[in-house]
């Protein structure tokens, strides 16, 4: 397991983490500026920050700086009702990819979906299955897609608090599952992002990571799962402050051989998100040496 106590070179800041500073929205611009002052060398933006900026914007600065896209967040809906509804969330997700391409991002990370309408307040049906078998599909026809463009796609399962409203895939093993039946030849174009806030809790955790091995382990997210949450979703931890053993997992997803970076992915809205963005971006390097 690599050392990440004297430095933090393999440390990657997910944006939304400080989306805000001081409860005031943060331009990307700012975020980026702020993290290559402070020796980041990595983000992974989310696609409405990015479209606030503007892609050719953010690109040339992206490169000014050097900076990797440890991930683009993000694509995925795919579950919809009705044929124009489909062929709307596979455009967009063909979108996401050319942005991912543009911003040289090394995968597309997918938070697949729910129940159509669910996000919005009023699910349109209560068919999980049927939103399954559309994120299978849906997943089937980007990854063509994806694939002449060279842009790795990594299926993020979510905690299974959002399987109604963000995403039907709440285990590691149901986004192998995925893998394995669309990608059989383990080719490096599909695989998971793995967040441990969404599977610390997992009791086929270890089980699956080895099973993924590095071919498909994409990405790392960290954070901290706080107790009690006090939001289903903006209340997540900074790593140390929670009873995730980060240590432990970083452990199982290196033993694969994953040698890319940690990211850091927090929302926040009544704590980080109230602080100084610099201030919270020291605290992650912080952490990031001695907690993850
Ligand atoms: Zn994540």
Known sequence: MRDFTQDHRWLSINTATVRKSRGVEVPLTD????????????????????AATGLAQVSKLVKQHGLELSGYCRGGMFPAVGADALKAARDDNRRAVDEARELNAKCLV????????????KALHKDIALSR????????????YAKTANMPLAIEPL?????????CINTLEQALDICDALDPGKTGALGVAVDVYHVWWDPKLKQQIERAGSQRLMALHVCDWLTPTTDLLNDRGMMGDGVIDIPLIRGWVEAQGFDGYS??????????????????LDTCITRHRSRV
């Open 263 to 280: 990211e850091v992915e927090i929302f926040s809205a009544s704590n980080w998100w109230q602080l100084d963005c610099g201030e919270v």
């Open 133 to 144: 078998s559309q994120v299978s599909d849906g997943i089937a026809d980007l990854l063509d």
């Open 159 to 167: 905690h299974p608090m959002y399987a109604a409203d963000r995403a």
């Open 31 to 50: 975020i980026i500026q702020a993290c290559a002052a402070r020796g980041i060398r990595a983000i992974s933006p989310w696609r409405d920050q990015v």
């Open 110 to 121: 997918l938070v697949v979906g729910g129940l159509p309408g669910a996000l919005a307040g």
